[in-house]
Structure formats: C-alpha cells, structure tokens
C-alpha cells in the first residue's frame, strides 16, 4: 500500500477519535447550553479566531439555518468598535482550543457588562476563557494530527462536531420540521426539494376536468387542448369533488380491446374511480416517491374537502431536477 494512503487513514482515524472522546464527555453542561439558548430572546454569536473562527463560522450558519438567530463576530473586529453587535438577550458562544486566545479575552468583561451569557467550548475549564465563563464545554486535552502535531486539525473537527450537535439537539428542541426548515432554504438543490406541490402543479387552463357525465370523447378533447398536454385528465362532481382520473394509458389499453363508439361512452365507465391523489402541501419530493413507487405520470391535487385544485405532472418534477 503507499504510504501516503496509510499515512492519510491514520490522520483521518486520529480526527474520529478525538470527536469520539469529545463525544463521551457530553453531560450536564451540554444540557445547560441548550436551555439557556432555548430560553434567550436574542442571537447566539459564535466567535473565535483562526482556524477556530472559521469553525465558529460555520456552527453559527448551522444554527441560523435550522432556527436560531445567529451571527459570528470576529473578535479583533469586536474590539475595535464591534461589541455593538451583541446585546441583552444573545448568548456568546466562544472558540478557543487554548483558552487563552487573547482577542477573545479582552471582549470577556465587556461581554459580561452587557449581561450576555458566555459559552466556551474549549480544552479545559480551568483555561482563562474557562474560568470566566458561564458554562463550558469542554473538549479534554486534544492532540493534533499531522507532522509535530502543529496545525489545528484533529481540535477544529471537534469542535465542529460539538457545534453541530449543539446545533441540531437546539433545531429538535424548537421543534423546527420540514416546512420551517424550508423557509430558511428557498435556493439550490435543497430548496427544490423541500418544494410543496402547491409550487408545481398545474392550475387553471393547465388542470384539464371533465364532469362526471361527460362521454369519453369529450374527456379526450379536453386533454388535446389541455395546455402542456399532460396527457390525463380528472373527472369531477359538479361541486369540483375528485371522482376519478383518466390517462392516455388508459385510452390506448381501451383500444387495444376494442374501443366502441368514444360518443357513446361515459367516462365514469373507464376512468380510474378513486384515484390516488395528493395534498398541495405535500412536498415534491414525497410526491415524486409516490409516481416512483406506482409507475405514474400524473397525480390530481386536492384540498382539505377533497375538491380537485391542481395537476401535478412528473415533468415538472424533472425539469426542476428534483430527485
């Protein structure tokens, strides 16, 4: 095997043990950080420097993007005129393998004046940044990986594990789901798939209906000159409640048994009765499971009453490159 292979195992196995032993020592204190971030009004701002800051970035990003007001403030910034960005109500979760990082210790008493909590996930409590603040997390004496142990590595992952978990057992303690979560996410992929059909179907001219009653020919014609051709159409009661469906499968499996007059025919006679349908609010890509899982093309929407309101065709699943 080269070496360099072997070399890069050992690294990434060194990294996984440290979030593993970060792991084992979550207790008490970690419970505390997430009530006291639960009970604030305000933002938790993550702060720290180096390598540390970057990860402080990124917890504070995770946070805001599963329901907690967050920002990061650099600390060399804060103490030269940005301490304005913290007030009553935040929380000051700070960064620092060492705790002694000291941009972060000269904002220590001024972040206490203004009554903000102080979180700090470092090695040891008994660090300066340790003993002057609120809470810590502790991480234990860490190792880095890598020639002479020098760069920030295996001390960063854990960190970054412990925000994240921070962030996430915070995200379940607010009960933020899917739809919440998608309003933080509206572009990209992510945002595509966390869609609802309500963005999608086919609405108006574009949802092709025929009323029960209606002969087959004239459901044929309204699914021709359907905007888009979806290819099927639903068959309603007069009050627009979803009765059946019928697609062009269905009219070629017609034929090939020997279709008789389509004049003559009513469509309440061939059409799928009780068809399977969805609500506006599912999500696409649920929705997109369901044609999967079934084979289908087409699915009619329907409101709380069961009143027909949209077409939802796979088609426009895949042009938003859903799934």
């Known amino acids: 095997m080269d070496q360099r292979i072997q070399r890069a195992r050992e690294i990434i196995a060194h990294e996984a043990e440290a979030v593993q032993r970060v792991a084992d020592r979550i207790g008490p204190d970690f419970c505390a950080v997430v009530d006291l971030v639960l009970a604030r009004k305000g933002r938790v701002v993550t702060a720290g ?11 504070s990003a995770t946070l805001a993007s599963t329901g907690t007001p967050s920002i990061y403030l650099h600390p060399a910034e804060a103490i030269h005129g940005d301490l304005g960005r913290i007030g009553e109500g935040d929380v000051l979760l700070a960064f620092s393998k060492s705790g002694e990082t000291q941009e972060l210790l000269i904002m220590l008493p001024h972040v206490k004046s203004a009554a903000v909590p102080i979180v700090s996930v470092t090695q040891s409590r008994n660090s300066t940044m340790g003993r002057h603040s ?7 004496a860490i190792d880095e990986s890598g020639p002479h142990g020098l760069a920030p590595s295996a ?33 990209g992929d992510l945002g595509r798939k966390l869609m609802k059909v309500d963005e999608l179907m086919r609405r108006g001219d574009r949802n092709p209906a025929v009323e029960s009653g209606s002969t087959l020919l004239f459901a044929i014609e309204v699914m021709t000159r359907t905007p888009g051709r979806p290819g099927a159409t639903s068959i309603t009661t007069k009050d627009g409640s979803l009765l059946g469906f019928f697609t ?3 009219l070629r499996r017609l034929i090939e048994r020997g279709l008789a007059d389509p004049r003559t025919v009513r469509i309440d006679d061939v059409m799928t009765k009780n068809p399977r349908r969805i609500s506006d609010e599912t999500f696409a890509l649920e929705a997109l499971g369901i044609m999967r899982q079934l084979s289908i093309d087409q699915l009619p929407v329907v409101d709380a009453q069961q009143k027909l309101i949209g077409l939802l065709d796979v088609q426009d699943l895949l042009d938003l490159r859903i799934g």
Do not use: C, W, Y
């Not at 800051?53 to 917890?59: C, E, L, Q, R, W």
């Not at 609120?134 to 234990?140: K, S």
């Open 49 to 59: 420097m180096g390598k540390a800051g970057i990860i402080a970035t990124k917890v």
């Open 134 to 140: 609120d809470i810590v997390l502790e991480l234990g």
């Open 155 to 187: 001390s960063t992952t854990a960190m970054l594990a412990l925000g994240d978990a921070l962030a996430l057992v915070v995200q379940e303690g607010r009960n933020v789901g899917p739809q919440e979560f998608a309003r933080f996410h509206p572009g």
């Open 248 to 250: 062009d499968g269905d």
